[in-house]
Every structure is written in C-alpha cells, then in structure tokens.
C-alpha cells in the first residue's frame, strides 16, 4: 500500500488544453475592483463590479494550435463612485442609457483567436468588428462620443483587456509532464492603461478524479518611464505600479479547461497626469488597485 502511495504521489502529467472542434466552451466571470487615489488634499475610493459571459467555439485545430470565434454573450458593469453616487450598465436589464445600448451592440459580433495547447493566446483578429457598426447604431451621438464610447469599449473589452482576463483565468501550462507539488515559472505581459510583466510561479497542488488544482504567485513590475496616453481626454501615465498576484485555478481534466477560477491583486504605483485644460499644471498622486476575480467554466 505503501509502494501504490508513493507511486501515484509521483505519477507525472501532461497539462494541456484538449478541447474539440465545433465545440463551445464558456467563461462567466465576476470581477471586484476597487481603486483608491490618494489625491492632494482628498482621498478618493472607487469600487466597480464587473461581470461577463464570453463563449468560445472552436472552428480549427491544426497541430498544437486551436483556433476559436470568440463572443460575448453578456456584460454588466456596476461603479460605485464618492460621495454614494452609483452607475449602472447592463445587457440584461432594460436599461436605456446609451452605455448600455454600446455595450449591447457588441453581443453576439465574433471576433477570432488562436490559442496554443499551453493555454496561450498566439494572436487575436477582427476585434474591431465589435465596433464596426457604431456610428449607424447610434445616429443620435456626437462624433465626439462616438470616439469615446469607442475608446472606452476597447479598454474594457478590446484586444489587450481580453488577453489579460483570459490570462487571468488560465495558469500557462508548463509543456513538460509535472507531479504534484512540483513548480514552474511562466512570464507574461499586462497591456491595457497599465503596462507590467508579471512573472508567476505555478505549483500543482492536487489531483482529483475530474480535476487538477494548481495555485499561482505572481510578482508584478512595471516601468517608471511609461508613455503618456490620452485617457478621458487627458494625457496620462501609469508608473512604478508594482505588487502582487495570487490564483487558485481548477482545470477539467478532461479537457484542461477551467472548471473554477478565483484571483487576487493587490498593486500600488503612480498616476501622472500632465499640465491640461481639464487639470491646470497637471498632478501626481499615488493609486491602489485592489482586484478580485471568480471564473467558471459554465
């Protein structure tokens, strides 16, 4: 007995996605963030919920390499400003808001990724035809807020924020055979408002009948000489945001897709806004973002 213990303790395993064609896999996702700046002569906390439905077809598998029509099926996005003014958007309910109608004009327009059996993003196309339709959607709105509902849908849902959430959502498998607790480091890459590299170390933790269990401790860095962006309207950069990352991950055994998901961040740096109309002289100001985050697989 003692022998079949040691034995299945060292047994090694291939993680990898193994996922079928015409096959559909999903993600639901709830997001807690939770930004405090540290304004001269004011502290401003502002907490915002996030939630999603993103399906995931998969149209090609060549080699190690799927490729999947990407949709989004539902969002909603609740922000809880100072001062106890709350926001609301919603593709569910009937809310008639234009943010609201944006953000249901998005649903169900494909775009495309390919994605390596690691659980790898390799590329993402056609993003932009989520957007392509805007200006005949919405006769009413100026061009003006045409370009910033754009820009403010692209950062939320575009290229660069659905790299990151689907990379938050799936540790990078290592590519070798690995037992319980054995480690192995992964480097990836943050590109949305904030630029970072987060370097995580990945341990398996545990090996059910249906599922494997793996924990992930990321360290995040970022640089202290960001490019300005113009973001609302201003041009602004994120510098020196360094902190830390923690995720529990479940996977399918089956399939290496997530079965149940939850993330932690907690990251500090500096918001630098230079001299503009909007903030005479510009200003400085450090930020917290404290983040947490459920994916299921359903």
């Not at 390499?65 to 309910?93: A, C, Q, W």
């Amino acid at each position: 007995m003692l022998f079949i213990g040691i034995n299945c303790f060292a047994q090694k395993h291939v993680l990898a996605l193994n996922l079928k064609l015409d096959s559909t896999y999903y993600m639901t996702t709830s997001a807690n963030l939770t930004i405090t700046e540290e304004i001269p002569g004011q502290t401003q906390v502002i907490t915002t919920v996030i939630t999603g439905l993103v399906s995931h077809r998969v149209t090609g598998v060549r080699d190690s390499v799927y490729e999947m029509e990407i949709r989004y099926k539902s969002l909603g996005v609740h922000i809880s400003l100072p001062g106890g003014k709350t926001v609301d958007f919603n593709t569910e309910l009937a809310h008639d808001d234009i943010f609201s109608k944006v953000m249901r004009s998005i649903l169900d327009r494909p775009f495309n990724i390919t994605i390596n059996k690691s659980a790898k993003i390799l590329s993402v196309k056609n993003i932009d035809n989520l957007y392509s339709d805007m200006a005949k959607n919405f006769p009413e709105a100026t061009e003006v807020q045409k370009t910033q509902f754009k820009a403010q849908m692209d950062q939320s849902f575009g290229e660069k924020s659905f790299k990151g959430s689907f990379q938050d959502s799936f540790a990078v498998f290592p590519g070798i055979p690995v037992g319980i607790n054995d480690k192995w480091l992964a480097n990836t890459s943050l590109e949305s408002v904030i630029t970072a590299q987060i370097k995580t170390t990945y341990t398996l933790q545990a090996i059910g009948d249906k599922t494997y269990q793996i924990h992930g401790d990321a360290v995040v860095t970022s640089p202290s000489n960001a490019e300005f962006k113009q973001l609302n309207g201003m041009p602004m950069r994120y510098v020196n945001f360094n902190g830390t990352t923690t995720a529990d991950i479940k996977l399918d055994k089956s399939t290496g897709w997530i079965n149940q998901v939850k993330v932690t961040k907690l990251i500090k740096g500096t918001v630098e806004i230079k001299d503009n109309p909007q903030v005479p002289g510009g200003v400085s100001f450090p930020m917290t973002i404290a983040a947490d985050m459920t994916t299921t697989g359903k």
